[in-house]
């Protein structure tokens, strides 16, 4: 699907590629590295004649705290805006330690509705250690401050395995209620009312029959049944489901929301709670039947989700304004541009990559390739990064456009299944597609930059706990210059961190680098 808004050719003589492979880090053992264990000739081909150097892209590099691995929204928010960004995670952590948190405004509000009319708060979320849609943590200080003011909960968790160990939910809930319980009164009422794999509850590619079963066990208490969290988790464990996959089980006696009920949703990225929302805020919703309306007196995100569901909730959080990102500063120096990504990363390479906001700038085209229907990207490793080559290739030969920024998305969602020979098979397509690209970059005296966003399939298992290792790393990520001409004079690249990349292509395609941007160009040039 196209939003096509430009009509004029490129610009630039020499029209700039950015290719972001999703989830594509640097590491030098190759023991369940995929990329090192795949036949990859055009990848080495590049790294031997291309300049090269290395990216920062987690923890403070990124606005994030020591230990935390990077992502996909904060990896596009860096690399678009040309800066490092305070992320959602630290900025709630220090809500939370500053007990700030008890004062904000949305907060408050949600507690004194609820309490005027004797209702309860329903708190959904990712139940995750893992720090990248949401934390346990945000989770406790949630609930001891609705807790502390009386108000009944019922918890909706969705259960990680992917941004987190396998099989880590069980004893993450021990661990997590064991210690909660300590602190809340003996008549304090906070219940576990349902839990789900995050495939069910937080599916972001438009597949509704997923989170209509989600959806049915919060809303109306339907489904699957059991008599308690650590049972449905131990059946689960049984039957070989790991915590993504956990089917929507209703616990206990819960029986749906009442009118009047809050919601309050603690997962502070936005790209995976979209669709749940959706279904339980919106009026106007018809992806599947519901037999009724939402009832809430009050809806509250843990931050801004989208401006379409700020019409029915608020937020605790909301974004910093950026201004002057990339794609803005390429459409002001009057080029043109493309974005172009399949379903699973299309937000990224949009809305996170411009900087939050939804709305395309002028002179820019975006192109989204429909992600294959497979319950799982092992079964299909290949995705639709053939389709997004020849998208490339088509718009490129035809010079339509001055910049392109694309991202392949196979090497992060493979490699977040856990399946290392999947795996290979996808770093391996994506070495096709890049030797195809290559060759159109070189037939049109293009300038080819490769980089990533965070790491991932470049270690597949945990050694310690001896199962697959399918969440995100900390190592750095490559960023590969091809095809440069030579009045650009460029001689090498810097090592550097994720927001130098926006400041880069400014200075490839003879842009000013705004004030804004606190990355620094990453070329080595002579006369410099």
């Given at each position: 699907m196209s939003l096509s808004s430009v009509s004029s050719k490129a610009v630039l003589s020499n029209p700039l590629v950015l290719c972001i492979l999703d989830g594509w880090g640097e590491r030098e053992e190759s023991s369940n590295n995929a990329i090192k264990l795949a036949t990859t000739p055009n990848w080495d081909m590049l790294v031997k004649t291309g300049f090269k150097s290395q990216l920062e892209a987690s923890e403070s590099a990124v606005g994030l705290p020591d230990g935390q691995m990077g992502n996909s929204e904060v990896g596009h928010l860096s690399l678009g805006s040309g800066r490092v960004i305070f992320q959602s995670l630290p900025r709630i952590n220090k809500a939370i330690s500053e007990k700030t948190l008890l004062e904000n405004p949305v907060l408050k509000d949600l507690i004194e509705t609820l309490q005027k009319n004797k209702k309860a708060c329903h708190l959904m979320g990712l139940f995750s250690s893992g720090g990248v849609h949401s934390h346990m943590n945000h989770l406790r200080a949630?609930?001891?401050i609705l807790n502390a003011q009386g108000i009944p909960l019922y918890l909706h968790l969705f259960l990680d395995g992917r941004d987190t160990a396998p099989t880590s939910a069980l004893n993450d809930y021990e661990t997590f209620f064991d210690g909660l319980f300590e602190h809340l009164s003996p008549d304090s009422f906070v219940h576990v009312a349902s839990i789900a794999g995050r495939f069910y509850g937080m599916d972001r590619d438009k597949r509704w029959d997923r989170v209509e079963k989600a959806f049915k066990a919060i809303a109306y208490g339907e489904g699957v049944r059991s008599s308690s969290p650590l049972e449905a988790l131990q059946l689960s464990y049984g039957e070989k489901i790991t915590d993504e996959f956990?089917?929507?089980t209703v616990i206990g006696d819960y029986s749906g929301i009442q009118e009047g009920d809050?919601?309050?949703c603690f997962n502070f990225r936005a790209d995976r709670?979209?669709?749940?929302?959706?279904?339980?805020v919106v009026p106007d919703f018809h992806f599947f039947d519901r037999k009724s309306d939402p009832?809430?007196?009050?809806?509250?995100?843990?931050?801004k989700y989208s401006d379409h569901l700020m019409h029915w909730m608020e937020a605790l959080f909301l974004p910093e304004k950026l201004d002057d990102v990339l794609g803005e500063v390429i459409s002001r120096g009057g080029l043109t541009q493309l974005h172009l990504a399949e379903t699973e990363k299309y937000a990224h390479v949009t809305f996170f990559f411009n900087g939050g906001r939804e709305a395309p700038f002028l002179g820019e085209d975006?192109?989204?390739?429909?992600?294959?229907?497979?319950s799982t990207y092992d079964l299909k490793p290949e995705m639709s990064a053939f389709e997004i080559t020849e998208t490339l290739l088509d718009a490129l030969l035809k010079k339509q456009y001055d910049v392109y920024i694309v991202n392949f998305a196979n090497a992060d969602m493979v490699g977040h299944t856990g399946n290392l020979k999947a795996s290979i098979q996808a770093v391996e397509v994506l070495d096709d597609c890049l030797g195809k690209i290559l060759k159109g970059v070189q037939e049109t005296e293009s300038i080819l930059l490769i980089t990533a966003d965070?790491?991932?399939?470049?270690?597949?298992?945990?050694?310690?706990a001896n199962e697959p290792d399918t969440s995100h790393t900390?190592?750095?990520?490559?960023?590969?210059?091809?095809?440069?001409p030579t009045d650009k004079r460029v001689q090498g690249l810097k090592n550097g961190i994720l927001a130098d990349v926006a400041p880069t292509v400014l200075d490839l395609i003879g842009l000013s680098i705004p004030d804004k941007m606190t990355g620094h160009s990453l070329l080595i040039a002579k006369g410099r």
């Open positions: 949630l609930i001891e956990v089917f929507p809050g919601l309050l709670v979209l669709e749940i929302m959706e279904a339980l009832c809430f007196s009050k809806v509250v995100g843990m931050t975006r192109i989204l390739i429909p992600s294959p229907k497979v965070h790491g991932n399939i470049e270690k597949m298992e945990n050694e310690i900390c190592f750095p990520v490559p960023c590969i210059l091809i095809n440069v």
